[in-house]
């Protein structure tokens, strides 16, 4: 299987301030997707990157997936107590059959 | 427009014992996983099934067994559970090189 290194593990700022949560591993995978999960729930996908250097954008998120598909990141513009969550990466791999997650990023967004 | 399908959502287990748990998903997706859940630890890949009769190990196979039972089941057995075992069980499915679809999760305490 491959691994995936996601940091940093736990992450609190204020309203309002930008941060950015990486994925990286030393495998190149097919593609690699960001999921978040809330308490008591599965994953639940947020997107997904599939070119080498590809950038999407989802409100306030942006996703970048590193030119030789081995990273990822997530950045958050202003955020907003409602980006509270736990934020997994995963990796496709085996043909796209496989899939591995990080570790996750706690993420706390204070009023 | 079930999805996926874990039993039970909780199972409290004495040292030794053994139980099976269920997964099923009405999507017909090929492939299908059962990670666990550890605090700190993300999500990590027990047993993935590519597609129907096959069966592959993760990153943490140790003390569990699978069957692929036919596309549309795939379950988790613990033969003799031990208190490491202690945690949150998801099954997931997807097709290649789409999003996966989680259960609601099997919180398994074993004492």
């Known amino acids: 299987t491959q691994l995936l290194e996601q940091s940093p593990q736990f992450l609190s700022i204020q309203e309002g301030e930008n941060l950015t949560v990486y994925c990286n591993s030393s495998?190149?995978?097919?593609?690699l997707q960001w999921y978040r999960q809330e308490p008591g729930e599965g994953p639940v996908l947020l997107v997904t990157v599939v070119t080498g250097g590809e950038v999407k954008k989802l409100k306030r998120l942006t996703f970048q997936f590193g030119d030789a598909r081995k990273d990822s990141s997530l950045h958050i513009t202003a955020a907003q107590p409602g980006d509270t969550g736990l934020y997994l990466c995963a990796g496709e791999w085996g043909g796209a059959d496989g899939l591995t997650f990080g570790k996750g990023t706690h993420l706390i967004i204070q009023p | 427009n079930a999805g996926v399908t874990q039993t039970p959502k909780f199972q409290v287990l004495k040292t030794g014992q053994s139980m099976t748990l269920q997964c099923a998903q009405d999507?017909?997706?090929?492939?299908m996983y059962w990670y666990r859940q550890d605090p700190g630890m993300g999500l990590r890949l027990i047993y993935y099934s590519a597609s129907e009769g096959t069966t592959d190990k993760g990153e943490v196979p140790n003390g569990y067994n699978v069957s692929r039972l036919n596309k549309r089941e795939f379950s988790l057995r613990l033969e003799s559970a031990a208190p490491s075992q202690t945690s949150v069980y998801f099954c997931?499915?997807?097709?290649?090189?789409?999003?996966?679809?989680f259960g609601q999760g099997t919180r398994l305490t074993v004492v």
């Open positions: 495998s190149v995978f097919s593609s």
């Open positions: 999507m017909n997706h090929n492939s």
């Open positions: 997931a499915s997807k097709l290649q090189t789409s999003r996966a679809f």
